[in-house]
Each structure stands twice: as C-alpha cells, then as structure tokens.
Nanobody, 125 residues
Framework: QVQLIESGGGLVEAGDSLRLSCAVS????????TGWFRQAPGKGRKFVAAVGWGGAITDYADSVKDRFTISRDNAKNTVYLQMDSLKPEDTAVYFC??????????????????WGRGTQVTVSS
C-alpha cells in the first residue's frame, strides 16, 4: 500500500523559510514522479512544483519560481519542498503527490495517482 506522509508545515512570518518533507513508502520511490500542490481556503488545489524520477527535471508554478525548490532523495524515499521568501498568499494546505504510470511529470492533478493528507502552511504578514 502506497503511503505519502507530509511534514514540516507551520506558522511563520512573511519572508521566513520552511522546508516540507514527504516520506513515500509502499513502492519503489526512484521510479516515481512526485509533485507538490496546495489548496488555499475556499479555492481548488493548484500545482506548485514537480520533479521527475531522476531529480534532473523540475517544474514550478510561476507564483513560486525563484522562491521554492523541489528536490528528492531516492535513498531516503523522500521529496522536499524548500520554501523561501514566504508570502501571506502562500498560505495553504500543501499536498505531496506521486505517480508510477510512466509520465515524466505533470502540472495536472490527474497526473498523480497517490496523495498525502496535507500539511498546513500559514504565513502571517
């Protein structure tokens, strides 16, 4: 059974940094593509970042480019999201997602078959 467990969320001030982690178990992690999405109150879930199975291919939403960095450690079965220069508009529940169906990566929720339960990130002004 595939499990994705996020951690690292919290309450920070604007300009601070946070690092989210997502521990993946149940399948061979190095064969997956992984991504982060977020959902702000009253809004739909939106793409944040994705990383291909080898870690060389990354993709970011324009709203987080140059502030957030996605990475993965295949030895630890973990994907990370380093978030710097946080803004109040980054406040959301952040979800980790993974897929093993053979795509390179995706900005679409439908590109991911497995999801974590999310971790809350709140940025105060």
């Amino acid at each position: 059974q595939v499990q994705l467990i996020e951690s690292g969320g919290g309450l920070v001030e604007a300009g601070d940094s946070l690092r989210l982690s997502c521990a993946v178990s149940g399948r061979t992690f190095e064969n997956s593509v992984t991504g982060w999405f977020r959902q702000a109150p009253g809004k739909g879930r939106k793409f944040v970042a994705a990383v291909g199975w080898g870690g060389a291919i990354t993709d970011y939403a324009d709203s987080v480019k140059d502030r957030f960095t996605i990475s993965r450690d295949n030895a630890k079965n973990t994907v990370y999201l380093q978030m710097d220069s946080l803004k109040p508009e980054d406040t959301a529940v952040y979800f980790c997602a993974a897929d093993w169906r053979g795509s390179l990566w995706s900005r679409d929720e439908r590109g991911y078959e497995h999801w974590g339960r999310g971790t809350q990130v709140t940025v105060s002004s």
